[in-house]
T-cell receptor, first 118, second 117 residues
Framework: GAGVSQSPRYKVAKRGQDVALRCDPI?????LFWYQQALGQGPEFLTY????????KSGLPSDRFFAERPEGSVSTLKIQRTQQEDSAVYLC????????????????FGDGTRLSIL | AQKITQTQPGMFVQEKEAVTLDCTYD???????LFWYKQPSSGEMIFLIY??????QNATEGRYSLNFQKARKSANLVISASQLGDSAMYFC??????????????FGTGTRLLVSP
């Protein structure tokens, strides 16, 4: 399809396990974002890439969270030693916007990965 | 810091009627963008409409319009002729346009809209 693709759709892990969530952005989109959405809340920003460069990781809640986008396309969000409070929907979004282009572009979101930590 | 406030946890509307979803914001940025997204129960976030802080006219996209009142710092979404498929969560969001290295969206807590036949 032409949209943002995230996998897996659902992930259940035991507390203490490591998990990896994948995001495949829209082709040609230079900007990629990760958000965390707790139940009943709006999404909260985690981190932002432009191509392979991670320009903003101010929203990552702890050093257990790590994101990468090594070739400037697919991105992986990794959570180490998961805890129950990590249970949430993790949304990935991509955009045509770049830091050199001040025109606004909307972010297009994937369906998210629902992570449950037991 | 930017902040979005959506004070209506839930709204009800009858099919074919218009409904207004409230959004107020707070920012010290001189240039910013305001967005509305729809999130059905299936979970995807669907972009609806955008308003730039320096846009002279209120944005419209089909049945969606944005009632932008800059002095009051409000950006309410108006949905005309509601349809059953409009039942979903609606999120207001904003981002800084001046500092292009900071492109994150700041979201409100959302309003759940239920459209009845």
């Amino acid at each position: 399809g032409a949209g943002v693709s995230q996998s897996p759709r659902y992930k259940v892990a035991k507390r203490g396990q490591d998990v990896a969530l994948r995001c495949d952005p829209i082709s040609g989109h230079v900007s990629l974002f990760w958000y965390q959405q707790a139940l009943g809340q709006g999404p909260e920003f985690l981190t932002y890439f432009q191509n392979e460069a991670q320009l903003d990781k101010s929203g990552l809640p702890s050093d257990r969270f790590f994101a990468e986008r090594p070739e400037g396309s697919v991105s992986t969000l990794k959570i180490q030693r998961t805890q129950q409070e990590d249970s949430a929907v993790y949304l990935c979004a991509s955009s045509l916007a770049s830091i050199l282009d001040s025109r606004n572009q909307p972010q297009h979101f994937g369906d998210g990965t629902r992570l449950s930590i037991l | 810091a930017q902040k979005i406030t959506q004070t209506q946890p839930g709204m009800f509307v009858q099919e074919k009627e218009a409904v207004t979803l409230d959004c107020t914001y707070d920012t010290s940025d001189p240039s910013y963008g305001l967005f509305w997204y729809k999130q059905p129960s299936s979970g995807e976030m669907i972009f609806l409409i955008y308003q730039g802080s320096y846009d002279q006219q209120n944005a419209t996209e089909g049945r969606y319009s944005l009632n932008f009142q800059k002095a009051r710092k409000s950006a309410n979404l108006v949905i005309s002729a509601s349809q059953l498929g409009d039942s979903a969560m609606y999120f207001c969001a904003m981002r800084d346009l001046l500092n292009t290295g900071f492109q994150k969206l700041v979201f409100g807590t959302g309003t759940r809209l239920l459209v009845s036949p």
